[in-house]
C-alpha cells in the first residue's frame, strides 16, 4: 500500500485537488465518475505503484473547483486547456498518460483535444461523453434549457417529465431513465448535476476531432466496458473505436458500470504493452 498524499493545483480560475500514490517514473492522470471520489482510481496503486505514480484528480465540484462569476458561468476551453497545462507540468513530467471513469472519461477526453504535448496512452473506464445527450445538450445549451435548469434545483418534476419521454421514445434504455430519476430525486445531487453539467457546457467533447488527435499522434486508447452496462452500452464504445484505426482497443469486463471495483483487471489492461 502506498501513502496518498494531495496537493491543489491553481490555473486561473481552476483550482485541482489532486491525491497521488505510487513512485513509478510514469505518469498516470485519472479522473472518476459523477458523485463519486478520487478514491476509485487512487487504488490502481496497489497493483501499478511500482510503475506509475497515479494521480487522481477529484472532478469539479467534487473537490476541484471553478471560479464562477455566476451559476450558469462554464469553463472555456481555452481556461481548461491553461488548467492541463498546469496540471501536468506541476508533475514535472514530459509524457503522461490518462484513465477516466464515466462522467470523468469527458475530461479524460478534453486532456486529447486540450492537454500539452506528451500524452502516449488513453484508457476510457465506459465514458459517457461518447454518447449523444439530448436532454444535457438542451438543458445547458439555450436559455430556456438553462432557465429549466435552475427551476430543476427546487423542483425536479419538469425534468423527471422530459426523461420519462426520452425513455418512452428509446433515446434513454428504461433502466436509465430510471437511474436518472433516482439520481435527483436527491436535493443534494440535484445541486452537484446543476454545477457539474453547467460547468462543463462550453466543452463537449468533439470526438471527430479527438479521433483525428488520436490517429495523428498515435496515441494508444484502450476502452473498457461492462458486459451488463445498461448506463453506457458497449455500442458507444464500438462506434468510436471505428474512427480510431488501429490505436483503439475493446475490453468487456464482466459486471455493470461501477468498473473502479475491478481495479486489477483494469491494472493488468493498463500494464499491457
Given at each position: 500500500?502506498?501513502?496518498?498524499?494531495?496537493r491543489l493545483i491553481k490555473?486561473?480560475?481552476?483550482?485541482?485537488?489532486?491525491?497521488?500514490?505510487?513512485?513509478?517514473?510514469?505518469?498516470?492522470?485519472?479522473?472518476?465518475?459523477?458523485?463519486?471520489?478520487?478514491?476509485?482510481?487512487?487504488?490502481?496503486?496497489?497493483?501499478?505503484?511500482?510503475?506509475?505514480?497515479?494521480?487522481?484528480?477529484?472532478?469539479?465540484?467534487?473537490?476541484?473547483?471553478?471560479?464562477?462569476?455566476?451559476?450558469?458561468?462554464?469553463?472555456?476551453?481555452?481556461?481548461?486547456?491553461?488548467?492541463?497545462?498546469?496540471?501536468?507540468?506541476?508533475?514535472?513530467?514530459?509524457?503522461?498518460?490518462?484513465?477516466?471513469?464515466?462522467?470523468?472519461?469527458?475530461?479524460?477526453?478534453?486532456?486529447?483535444?486540450?492537454?500539452?504535448?506528451?500524452?502516449?496512452?488513453?484508457f476510457l473506464l465506459a465514458?459517457?461523453?461518447?454518447?449523444?445527450?439530448?436532454?444535457?445538450?438542451?438543458?445547458?445549451?439555450?436559455?430556456?434549457?438553462?432557465?429549466?435548469?435552475?427551476?430543476?434545483?427546487?423542483?425536479?418534476?419538469?425534468?423527471?417529465?422530459?426523461?420519462?419521454?426520452?425513455?418512452?421514445?428509446?433515446?434513454?434504455?428504461?433502466?436509465?431513465?430510471?437511474?436518472?430519476?433516482?439520481?435527483?430525486?436527491?436535493?443534494?445531487?440535484?445541486?452537484?448535476?446543476?454545477?457539474?453539467?453547467?460547468?462543463?457546457?462550453?466543452?463537449?467533447?468533439?470526438?471527430?476531432?479527438?479521433?483525428?488527435?488520436?490517429?495523428?499522434?498515435?496515441?494508444?486508447?484502450?476502452?473498457?466496458?461492462?458486459?451488463?452496462?445498461?448506463?453506457?452500452p458497449i455500442s458507444q464504445?464500438?462506434?468510436?473505436?471505428?474512427?480510431?484505426?488501429?490505436?483503439?482497443?475493446?475490453?468487456?469486463?464482466?459486471?455493470?458500470?461501477?468498473?473502479?471495483?475491478?481495479?486489477?483487471?483494469?491494472?493488468?489492461?493498463?500494464?499491457?504493452?
Open positions: 500500500m502506498y501513502d496518498t498524499k494531495k490555473a486561473a480560475k481552476i483550482t485541482w485537488e489532486t491525491h497521488y500514490a505510487g513512485d513509478g517514473n510514469k505518469v498516470l492522470f485519472a479522473f472518476h465518475g459523477f458523485n463519486r471520489g478520487y478514491e476509485d482510481l487512487i487504488h490502481l496503486s496497489n497493483w501499478l505503484g511500482g510503475e506509475y505514480q497515479i494521480i487522481s484528480v477529484s472532478l469539479f465540484y467534487h473537490g476541484s473547483q471553478y471560479d464562477r462569476k455566476s451559476d450558469v458561468d462554464a469553463f472555456t476551453a481555452d481556461e481548461l486547456r491553461l488548467g492541463f497545462q498546469e496540471l501536468v507540468s506541476s508533475f514535472e513530467t514530459e509524457s503522461y498518460s490518462v484513465i477516466g471513469h464515466s462522467f470523468g472519461g469527458r475530461l479524460a477526453l478534453n486532456m486529447v483535444e486540450y492537454g500539452p504535448p506528451g500524452l502516449r496512452d488513453l465514458p459517457d461523453a461518447l454518447r449523444y445527450h439530448p436532454g444535457y445538450r438542451f438543458m445547458t445549451g439555450n436559455k430556456i434549457g438553462r432557465f429549466l435548469m435552475g427551476n430543476f434545483k427546487k423542483d425536479p418534476s419538469r425534468v423527471i417529465s422530459m426523461i420519462k419521454l426520452f425513455g418512452k421514445l428509446g433515446i434513454y434504455s428504461p433502466k436509465t431513465a430510471n437511474y436518472f430519476i433516482h439520481q435527483i430525486t436527491h436535493q443534494k445531487v440535484r445541486n452537484l448535476v446543476y454545477d457539474s453539467w453547467m460547468v462543463h457546457r462550453l466543452t463537449i467533447p468533439n470526438l471527430s476531432g479527438i479521433a483525428e488527435k488520436i490517429n495523428g499522434l498515435g496515441i494508444r486508447t484502450d476502452l473498457i466496458f461492462g458486459k451488463s452496462d445498461s448506463l453506457i464504445g464500438k462506434r468510436f473505436l471505428k474512427k480510431i484505426h488501429h490505436f483503439g482497443t475493446l475490453h468487456l469486463l464482466e459486471g455493470g458500470h461501477r468498473l473502479y471495483e475491478q481495479a486489477e483487471e483494469i491494472a493488468g489492461i493498463i500494464r499491457y504493452k
